[in-house]
């Protein structure tokens, strides 16, 4: 048996239209926030893995047979392996690179006879100078350091700018929850202030009546959030199973962790209903004295 209720709440259409409204609500932070969780991810994994390594390419010259060309990228691999902070240094195959640039030539180009940039993938295992590496690169014609630091730099700038602008999402769908609350608690209270008023004749404190509309408020936001909830989530693993389709592997994919996170939002929602609706109550009824 639930707890006495003496106020009719459910008779005003306004808090009728609660949970659909709150629905919708958790349903937009769902997405939003799930949204800034992947972006922090994609953050972190491209920071690290991009971290403590470059690149250098060995640039082909007109009439330069394979041979040639192959001779200059091991002396430029030979010469980072010398370097003091370098950790390992090794000539990408062109098997790989023709791997890499088959979505867009095709799975029948013979990429040794285009004028690639040969790549060398360096390992750091300390910070170096990047100025003297360059130096050294010098001795190997057509060799340059194709450093990442700049646009990771940026890249990831850009990503925490929009995790920043999804958590600022998120706080103003929570703001906008409050609000809808608060007009549909006023509204109960003008729909039932004679019977508020009856009450508080025979005595009944102003904790009693607002704990009445606080536990309706409550389970409103609930049964609303769990729906914008459950229908969030099966938009993500819609979304989540069309980009499975996709040959993309920079694209991020959910942790473990982002599922209770997203779960915790119906609750949250139950919360800020629960909470708003006893301010508003309690502000009121002092009022009343």
Excluded: C
């Amino acid at each position: 048996m639930g707890p006495r209720s003496d106020l009719p709440l459910s008779d005003n259409p306004a808090i009728r239209i609660l949970p659909w409204i709150i629905a919708l609500m958790v349903y937009l932070a769902t997405l939003t926030l799930a949204g800034g969780l992947l972006v922090a991810t994609m953050a972190d994994e491209w920071s690290r893995s991009l971290t403590g390594a470059l690149t250098v390419q060995v640039t082909p010259t007109k009439s330069e047979s394979l041979a040639e060309l192959d001779a200059r990228v091991a002396q430029a691999t030979r010469t980072l392996l010398k370097t003091p902070g370098v950790k390992s240094a090794h000539a990408i195959p062109l098997a790989e690179i023709s791997a890499m640039l088959e979505p867009w030539l095709g799975p029948e180009s013979n990429i040794a006879d285009l004028p690639l940039p040969r790549l060398i993938a360096v390992t750091l295992d300390r910070e170096l100078d990047r100025e003297a590496l360059a130096q050294r690169l010098q001795k190997t014609p057509g060799a340059e350091i194709d450093d990442h630091e700049y646009w990771r730099t940026h890249l990831v700038m850009f990503l925490r700018s929009l995790e920043i602008v999804a958590v600022i999402m998120v706080s103003l769908i929570g703001v906008t929850t409050a609000t809808i609350v608060v007009f549909a608690t006023r509204s109960g209270l003008a729909v039932h202030l004679e019977v508020i008023e009856v009450l508080h004749l025979i005595g009944a404190p102003d904790d009693y009546i607002a704990s009445q509309f606080q536990r309706h408020a409550q389970r409103l936001g609930f049964i609303g959030g769990v729906a914008g909830g459950v229908f969030g989530v099966a938009t993500l693993l819609g979304l989540s199973t069309l980009a499975g389709n996709l040959d993309g592997a920079a694209l991020p994919s959910f942790q473990n962790w982002h599922w209770p996170v997203l779960a915790a939002l119906p609750i949250a929602s139950a919360y800020i209903a629960k909470w708003t609706a006893r301010r508003i109550v309690i502000r009121a009824l002092t009022s009343m004295v």
